[in-house]
């Protein structure tokens, strides 16, 4: 009996010892990490200075490599279907021009990346990035996807027969951006640079090319 007492005594501090050191370290652990909710679905984090690695998991149970670099986050991060996400800046004010702030969500900047869930024709939201560093006309949201340049008429478009089976057209600088019917009658986003282009453009089984 005095034995296993004495054993008691030496094995009680010890194991409140190791759990104590195991709450430190776990507290540790996590205050190295910028807050938000996406550890609880990120894993094999990483942090290099202020830019934020990990494997977070999509809608679909997958996991997804993701980078964010969250030195001007000014809220909390979040998993936004694989993505590292969060509110930089100032809202909408510090957000590229565009009018698809009113038809997109969760907008983020990360660098000249501008990231957001943009909501198609059917209702349904897809996630959608874009690199706005050499856009020169502001962004809209079409179908779900982020675009530079802004809708043109049928008149103010260049010359050429696809326009009678593409559409959604969008310029940017000498670029031209359409959805165009293949001939199984699926659209399909398709651009041309029309600088050097010096007769009409066609539609090629939904790819817009110069003729």
């Not at 507290?27 to 190295?32: K, S, Y």
């Not at 560093?133 to 043109?152: A, K, P, S």
Request: hydrophobic share 25%.
């Amino acid at each position: 009996m005095y034995k296993l007492k004495s054993l008691s005594y030496v094995l009680i501090p010890s194991i409140l010892v190791l759990l104590a050191s195991l709450l430190i370290n776990t507290d540790t652990l996590a205050q190295q990490y910028p807050p938000g909710n996406y550890k609880e679905s990120c894993t094999d984090l990483l942090k290099v200075g202020h830019m934020l690695e990990a494997k977070c998991r999509k809608e679909d149970g997958t996991l997804q490599s993701t980078v964010l670099f969250y030195g001007r986050c000014n809220g909390p991060i979040h998993n936004n279907n694989g993505q590292l996400t969060c509110n930089q800046g100032g809202g909408n004010n510090s957000l590229p021009p565009g009018d698809y702030k009113n038809s997109c969500r969760d907008m983020n900047v990360n660098g000249d990346i501008l990231q957001a869930q943009c909501q198609r024709r059917d209702g349904s939201w897809r996630f959608t990035s874009i690199d706005y560093d050499e856009c020169y006309n502001d962004i809209t949201n079409q179908n779900g996807r982020l675009v530079c340049g802004q809708r043109h008429h049928n008149n103010m478009l260049p010359r050429g027969s696809y326009k009678q089976t593409c559409q959604d057209f969008s310029i940017n600088g000498d670029v031209l951006q359409a959805q165009c019917k293949k001939g199984n009658g699926e659209l399909r986003w398709s651009s041309i640079d029309f600088g050097d282009c010096y007769g009409d453009i066609a539609n090629r089984n939904g790819r817009l090319v110069c003729e």
